[in-house]
T-cell receptor
Framework: SQQGEEDPQALSIQEGENATMNCSYKTSINNLQWYRQNSGRGLVHLILIRSNEREKHSGRLRVTLDTSKKSSSLLITASRAADTASYFCATVDRGSTLGRLYFGRGTQLTVWP | EPEVTQTPSHQVTQMGQEVILRCVPISNHLYFYWYRQILGQKVEFLVSFYNNEISEKSEIFDDQFSVERPDGSNFTLKIRSTKLEDSAMYFC????????????FGEGSRLTVL
């Protein structure tokens, strides 16, 4: 499978705690992206990290990429109940159409108030 | 904030019927996509569309599927003769440029085939 695989499948934490989700993939990538999906809703782009980048920040989000291990992590700091959603990593293969994303199964994050 | 809009939000159809799902991408975007998500499974790429033609399609996108940009705003996905296994959430997405990499997704159209 070319797709990213997230770990854990489900994560349950208290408000204020940090949430870390991991993603592993198998191919050579151009970039890796994280998306969020609220239940029954569309996918919302969170952050993109290119293959030559190692870390990126956006607000309370921190993404790392280790191309030698073919893995990425998404850290949400100081989580809020509103962060409850499914989080997906998606990869774009090197040499592939840049809009063709390969999604993982996602991590279901529940943040309790 | 500009957004991708999709209609209908939910469609129920009988097996063998034709279905058209509609999308209005963000107005200055040039690249358009359809993805689908079968319940409990991964989001899967179906097709990408640029400059009025398909630029890439997956193995899922067989002869039963077609896409069209009939005017300057709409982007449609047609399933000619629906099968039970076509039941899924179908997402339209658009992007301004390939270089940016970021896709903007609609809320999805849930298709139920009976």
């Amino acid at each position: 499978s070319q797709q990213g695989e997230e770990d854990p499948q489900a994560l349950s934490i208290q408000e204020g705690e940090n949430a870390t989700m991991n993603c592993s993939y198998k191919t050579s990538i151009n970039n890796l992206q994280w998306y969020r999906q609220n239940s029954g809703r569309g996918l919302v782009h969170l952050i993109l990290i290119r293959s030559n980048e190692r870390e990126k920040h956006s607000g309370r989000l921190r993404v790392t990429l280790d191309t030698s291990k073919k893995s990425s992590s998404l850290l949400i700091t100081a989580s809020r109940a509103a962060d409850t959603a499914s989080y997906f990593c998606a990869t774009v293969d090197r040499g592939s159409t840049l809009g063709r994303l390969y999604f993982g199964r996602g991590t279901q994050l529940t943040v309790w108030p | 904030e500009p957004e991708v809009t999709q209609t209908p939000s939910h469609q129920v159809t009988q097996m063998g019927q034709e279905v058209i799902l509609r999308c209005v991408p963000i107005s200055n975007h040039l690249y358009f996509y359809w993805y689908r998500q079968i319940l409990g499974q991964k989001v899967e790429f179906l097709v990408s569309f640029y400059n009025n033609e398909i630029s890439e399609k997956s193995e899922i996108f067989d002869d039963q599927f077609s896409v069209e940009r009939p005017d300057g705003s709409n982007f449609t996905l047609k399933i000619r003769s629906t099968k039970l296994e076509d039941s899924a959430m179908y997402f339209c997405a658009s992007s301004e440029a390939l270089r940016s990499g970021e896709l903007f997704f609609g809320e999805g159209s849930r298709l139920t085939v009976l």
